[in-house]
């Protein structure tokens, strides 16, 4: 058996669901090991610190470069101390780049993770040291979107062979699929951290809930589950609504999983890029209902395995490299301007589904293929790092 040291992101916290999927189900022959950093006490202070910063307009864009330098700096002294913990055969780098000799390979979101999402321009010789090291065994985008964006960052021409895309996969569920009835339920899934205020609204929880309304006025037969903090206005909106159920709290693992087992179509909005909650509602036959933004439509497949809404037009959602524009505010005012053009969109898409039930069903089977035995699958994943493993720790 060999160990994989899986080493986080400084930021630290809970490990993120992508990793946690990692440990358990690795390839096999492997296991992975980790360790946490920071407390939740640290992150809540980190979090207000940079909350104050974010809102201190005038230096904002100051801040952000100099983070961006912080952490590339911080990176390199932290990679210079380390050794290769537990004995560990390989390490696995979370989106962050190392300067050390012990064989090592990195996956990103896209570029601009390798430098704490920050401007990876600022970084370029150092970011293209590190992947040009001969200890630099394997760069794993996660999706095929991801490995352009580093392409337009710099040129990779001395470790382009090292580049291969990595989908991240959800394990198969086990459930009692939902049996036709009389009501349609419809599901979204948010954050329930009260603390990430404008989560909701990025991941399309206005839209949802507009749309929903619009939809009730067509059709009785619908229920709409929020499973995510939400905004007062929202509250308030939904206060009287007894064919919405608003779930704020965190869910045991097994009450969620009968959330998304008693649902038939997942709406999730997001302008974000793709998450495990698209994957996990693929996984339970639910067809999606998502924006054709980043590295989502690799997964959501128009009328195969879900259904893509089309971005509105003129809204800076890409910067100069193609990674997502976020820390524009003026992306967030624009995707408020153009609310009604996305809610007329989802009555559109959902109604096709409410009206016929053998489409949603022909989507759903789609989706949970993708994700049990194709692309997004935990077999897929595994046989590919199953070999990639192997290859470097054999050079």
């Not at 040291?5 to 992508?18: D, F, K, V």
């Not at 321009?121 to 065994?137: D, G, N, P, Q, T």
């Not at 976020?326 to 969109?345: C, E, F, G, S, T």
Request: hydrophobic share 40%; with cysteine.
């Amino acid at each position: 058996m060999k160990t994989v040291y899986l080493r986080g992101r400084s930021g630290g916290g809970p490990i993120h669901s992508i990793y946690q999927e990692l440990i358990r189900f690795p390839p096999e022959g492997y296991r992975f090991v980790t360790d946490n950093f920071e407390t939740m006490r640290q992150q809540q202070l980190e979090f207000n610190f940079f909350r104050t910063i974010e809102n201190t307009s005038f230096i904002r864009e100051l801040w952000h470069e100099f983070k961006t330098l912080q952490y590339m700096g911080i990176k390199k002294v932290q990679s210079l101390r380390t050794e290769s913990k537990f004995n560990a055969d390989l390490v696995y780098a979370s989106q962050q780049l190392l300067s050390a000799n012990f064989p090592w390979i990195v996956d990103f979101e896209y570029a601009n993770a390798l430098v704490n999402y920050g401007d990876i321009r600022l970084s370029r010789r150092f970011v293209k040291k590190a992947l040009s090291s001969k200890y630099c065994r394997k760069i794993l985008p996660w999706s095929d979107w991801a490995k352009r964006t580093l392409f337009r960052s710099l040129n990779c021409d001395l470790f382009k062979e090292k580049i291969e895309t990595l989908h991240f996969a959800v394990s198969p569920k086990s459930f009692s699929a939902k049996k036709d009835g009389d009501k349609v339920r419809l599901l979204f899934v948010g954050s329930t951290n009260l603390f990430n205020l404008y989560n909701f609204e990025w991941k399309g929880g206005f839209e949802t809930v507009e749309a929903f309304f619009e939809l009730s006025k067509k059709y009785d037969n619908l229920e709409l589950i929020v499973r995510s903090w939400v905004p007062s206005e929202i509250q308030e909106k939904c206060a009287n609504k007894q064919n919405i159920r608003i779930l704020s709290s965190i869910l045991p693992e097994r009450e969620l999983a009968q959330l998304y087992a008693s649902s038939d179509i997942f709406v999730f909005p997001s302008y974000l890029n793709l998450g495990m909650a698209i994957l996990e509602a693929m996984s339970y036959k639910l067809p999606v209902v998502a924006v054709n933004l980043y590295d989502i439509p690799e997964a959501v497949q128009d009328m195969k395995t879900g259904m893509l809404l089309t971005p509105p037009p003129n809204v800076p959602f890409y910067i100069w490299n193609g990674a997502p524009n976020h820390y524009d505010r003026k992306l967030l005012q624009k995707i408020r301007q153009a609310r009604p053009w996305m809610v007329n969109q989802i009555v559109e898409k959902v109604s096709l589904l409410i009206e016929n039930s053998s489409l949603r069903r022909d989507i759903g089977r789609n989706a949970r293929h993708l994700v049990e035995k194709g692309e997004f699958s935990v077999k897929r994943r595994n046989e590919r790092l199953r070999r990639i493993f192997d290859e470097a720790i054999a050079l």
